[in-house]
């Protein structure tokens, strides 16, 4: 496959731009999905308790932390022909696509501590081993295909959008998908769709290994200081600043939101406002105006700052949000807010995964040249396990202090509550702490030197 060049030395070509985001949508296919429908697919066709499925995403998330940490251990100790990251593509592919099509193959004749043992098992070897290969190389990719700051940000754009668009037919054909095959009930249904989303996961992020390239350590830029120092040298670099922690906060805030909303969303669509087909059309509410917003991220970001666009758009989606209390029964309100607050949240979105590229040229600022994108991904790496085991926790432990049961038609009052509960106070909650981290992530006053710093790369080049 023939890519066209880029325009600005050390920038990504239009087809990198393309597959960086068809990548993440294949790994959608397999951890998205996983982490809006694994509660549902476990308590209702399973037979698990939400208790237990809470208890143990939380459990496995928490210790995916030490994976994490060797996983960019390993990155950073990498240094073949395809270059630091790319390789990693591979094994994350092959792994995801297994991962989710075992995980939801719970054999229906085991018993009740068979299935729960078979779960922590195929949950494990998905969560902790396939997508955190992904989500660690996902995340230190970006500020070794582009140098460029403003390149960055279009790339995130465009990363954003195209796995958004793909996240919209994922979300909203799935409910649909699994009704004509049989209800989400049935084991059939689930193994039918999961053996079409592994082959797709493999393919896409496949895709990103075959026809995308680094542009440091590869022969298109020299990388002299990162692969001769030690791990804890480079993590030393990005995590003895202010910013880290920071990163981390933002990071479980929004995987934790968006875990809830993506989770929870099933049942309350289905119980609260009494239709699951309700959950497409918010979903499809919820990601078709950021695709429409997206392309304007970038001249918004120029023009306010990404803080400013960040932090503003921030706090009106929080107001969104908590205006749902009104008539938490109104699946109007329910959309038209969703909309608002999609709206409103589109600098953060598209801008989010910038900030690790931020903390890698702040760390190289601070250290005298020390590039560590494998201990700064660890940041959003661990922020999204943390995240999204936060967000599914809450939802198995909420609803089970709700008396919520799998095995009912109709629900009681307090499940009721609980689902509203976690879909709009919670989630409220999260975006109040991403506002509270924004207001003090001040990195772009630094921006002047990191600008300098990579244009002498790109000449030594």
Known sequence: MRMLKAK??????????????????????????????????????????????GLMIM?????????????????????????????????????????????????????????????VLTYVFTAEIAFSIYSVAFAAYLPRISLDQHDRNKTAVSQRTIATVGLTILFALTPVALQQLGGEKSQSAWSSLTF??????????FLVFLFTKEKIGTGIMEEKKVEKISFMTSFKAVATNKYYPLLIIIFIGNFASSGILAGAATYYCRDVLGDLNIYSIATI??????IIGYPFAPAIIKKFGKRRSMLIGSIASTACILVCFLNPYSAV????????????????????????ADLVDYGAYKSGGVRAEGGASLASSFGTKIGTGLGAALIGWVLEFGKYDG???????????????????????????????????????????????NEELIKEA
């Open 333 to 356: 309100l329910f959309v038209v807010m969703i909309v608002l607050s999609t709206l409103f949240n589109v600098p953060f979105n598209a801008a989010m995964f910038t900030l690790i």
């Open 285 to 290: 509410s919820m990601i078709a105006p950021a």
């Open 407 to 453: 095995q009912l038609t109709q629900q009681p009052q307090s499940a009721l509550n609980a689902m509203i509960i976690l879909v709009i106070g919670l989630r409220a909650a999260m975006a109040a702490i991403i506002s509270i981290c924004l207001a003090f992530w001040d990195v772009e006053k630094y921006s002047a030197e990191f600008a300098k710093e």
């Open 196 to 205: 079409i989303y592994a082959i797709l996961c493999f393919v896409l992020v």
């Open 59 to 119: 459990v496995v998330r928490v210790l995916d932390g030490f994976t994490d940490i060797i996983i960019g251990i390993l990155i950073d100790k990498t240094n073949t022909r395809w270059g630091k990251v790319r390789p990693w593509f591979v094994p994350a592919a092959l792994f995801m696509a297994i991962g989710v099509f075992i995980t939801f193959r719970v054999p229906e004749n085991f018993g009740l501590q068979a299935k729960q043992v078979y779960a």
């Open 8 to 53: 600005v030395p050390g920038a990504t070509t239009p087809m990198e731009k393309f597959l960086y985001g068809t990548g993440d949508i294949g790994a959608a296919m397999c951890f998205s999905f996983m982490s809006s429908f694994i509660p549902l697919y476990y308590t209702d066709s399973v037979g698990l308790s939400a208790a237990f499925v």
